[in-house]
């Protein structure tokens, strides 16, 4: 079946230390989104790419990145974790533009839960 | 912009009966409305969407919602619950025909967590 994977389920890092997270797709969609939700609240959007483009949410802050080096894989590096990051983050996907603009949904994948020490 | 407001954070039912979800949301254009379905330390799952047409829209797991446009609301219901639908339910909301950086962004509601008792 069709997928959005995201790599690891479950990622402890320390304080400070640099960590990257994984999302592939075998949808071919030209849209990946990146959320976070922390505990009991919605999904918030960080940012998305459309195709190569970046598209930042204006809140996000600038400890997050993302890289898209193709169309089946997008990352999520978080530079400096701090304690306030811990949450799951969600993937993504939609086929384009037109397509949400017609109401299609968004695919997500099940989600990487990071952990602070 | 968009907002959705789902009025109540918890839901305890009993097996077999039936549960609403409420959902109402505010934008001055108009919207596709849809419903997931998040289970535990899982991603978000599509019960269901209103786009057009007929109000009421069914969805899988035998859930469907109304659509009212006078009260903006998008209520989800299911007329008899099952242990396996013990989830986080969440609203959510797209712009009609946006454009630009309006890419079809989902507006979410903060969630409903039904719980269902033997």
């Known amino acids: 079946d069709a997928m959005v994977i995201q790599n690891p389920r479950y990622q402890v890092t320390q304080f400070g230390k640099p960590v990257t997270l994984s999302c592939s797709q075998t949808l071919n969609h030209n849209v990946m989104y990146w959320y976070q939700q922390k505990s009991s609240q919605a999904p918030k959007l960080l940012f998305h790419y459309y195709d190569k483009d970046f598209n930042n949410e204006a809140d996000t802050p600038d400890n997050f990145q993302s890289r898209r080096p193709n169309t089946s894989f997008c990352f999520l590096d978080i530079r400096s974790p701090g304690l306030g990051d811990a949450a799951m983050y969600l993937c993504?996907?939609?086929?384009?533009?037109?397509?949400?603009?017609?109401?299609?949904?968004?695919?997500f994948g099940d989600g990487t839960r990071l952990s602070i020490l | 912009a968009q907002s959705v407001t789902q009025l109540d954070s918890q839901v305890p039912v009993f097996e077999e009966a039936p549960v609403e979800l409420r959902c109402n949301y505010s934008?001055?254009?108009?919207?596709?409305l849809f419903w997931y379905v998040q289970y535990p330390n899982q991603g978000l799952q599509l019960l269901l969407k209103?786009?057009?047409?007929?109000?009421l829209v069914k969805g899988i797991n035998g859930f469907e919602a109304e659509f009212n446009k006078s009260q903006t609301s998008f209520h989800l219901r299911k007329p008899s619950v099952h242990i396996s639908d013990t989830a986080e339910y969440f609203c959510a909301v797209s712009e009609v025909n946006a454009g630009g950086t309006s890419y079809g962004k989902l507006t979410f509601g903060q969630g409903t967590i039904l719980t269902v008792h033997p």
């Open positions: 209103y786009l057009s047409g007929s109000t």
């Open positions: 993504a996907t939609s086929r384009d533009y037109k397509a949400t603009a017609a109401g299609q949904p968004q695919h």
């Open positions: 934008s001055s254009v108009s919207v596709y």
